[in-house]
């Protein structure tokens, strides 16, 4: 079974200019997220769809990041402009299991490692 | 107080050692808890998780929750070089179906 895909890997990019992720989560789950991970910090949760809706996004900086899952599968995560404080790795994760069920297992991508100038 | 908190370490055991790392969390309708291993450069990958109160055993790995305390504890049984990692304990809170994962602690198994 193959595991939740993201590009790119790496970006480099100077404030103020525009990016955007990708994630393609392993087949059937239903359930996607998008965390930021700062150096030395847990993983935060920015937005959680369900399916093509959003069931959290309520630590998503509005202003600049925004997010869509069309048809229910993958999903871009865009910041724009970036700021020197959105330098992280962004992660993608999917889950089977419906947003709040006992047990929802999570599986992560390999992150895209965003360093902002 | 932070949703989730854990003990930043860094926590040194010997090889063959019980590692144990522990995790509380604020919001005490929380349903589900989950330890994460996390190496450096690479992604968090699922170890194991629990949502009722006990201890959850699996392989060398015990998950152990106590919601009457808020507590939620990993124990590393026959500590290998290899469970050298951060680990992360993550909590699926009540409310808004909102995730939550701690800072980690650093582990390193000493040879």
């Known amino acids: 079974e193959a595991g939740v895909a993201q590009s790119p890997r790496y970006k480099i990019i100077e404030k103020r200019q525009s990016v955007a992720f990708w994630c393609n989560p392993i087949?059937?789950?239903?359930?996607l997220y998008w965390y930021q991970q700062i150096l030395g910090q847990g993983p935060k949760l920015l937005i959680q769809?369900?399916?093509?809706?959003?069931?959290?996004d309520s630590q998503l900086p509005k202003d600049r990041f925004s997010a869509e899952r069309l048809k229910g599968v993958d999903s871009t995560l865009k910041i724009q402009p970036a700021k020197l404080e959105d330098s992280a790795v962004y992660l993608c994760a999917s889950s089977l299991r419906l947003a709040g069920e006992l047990g929802n297992e999570q599986f992560f991508g390999p992150g895209t490692r965003l360093t902002v100038l | 107080q932070k949703e989730v908190e854990q003990n930043s370490g860094p926590l040194s055991v010997p090889e063959g050692a019980i590692a144990s790392l522990n995790c509380t969390y604020s919001?005490?309708?929380?349903?589900?808890f989950f330890w994460y291993r996390q190496y450096s450069g690479k992604s968090p990958e699922l170890i194991m998780f629990?949502?009722?109160?006990g201890d959850k055993e699996d392989g060398r790995f015990t998950a152990q929750l106590n919601k009457a305390s808020q507590y939620v504890s990993l124990l590393i049984r026959d500590s290998q070089p290899s469970d050298s990692a951060t680990y992360l304990c993550a909590v699926n809170m009540n409310t808004g179906n909102q995730f939550y994962f701690g800072t980690g602690t650093s582990l390193t198994v000493i040879p």
């Open positions: 919001d005490r309708g929380s349903q589900s």
């Open positions: 769809f369900q399916n093509n809706g959003v069931v959290d």
């Open positions: 087949s059937g789950h239903a359930t």
């Open positions: 629990i949502y009722s109160n």
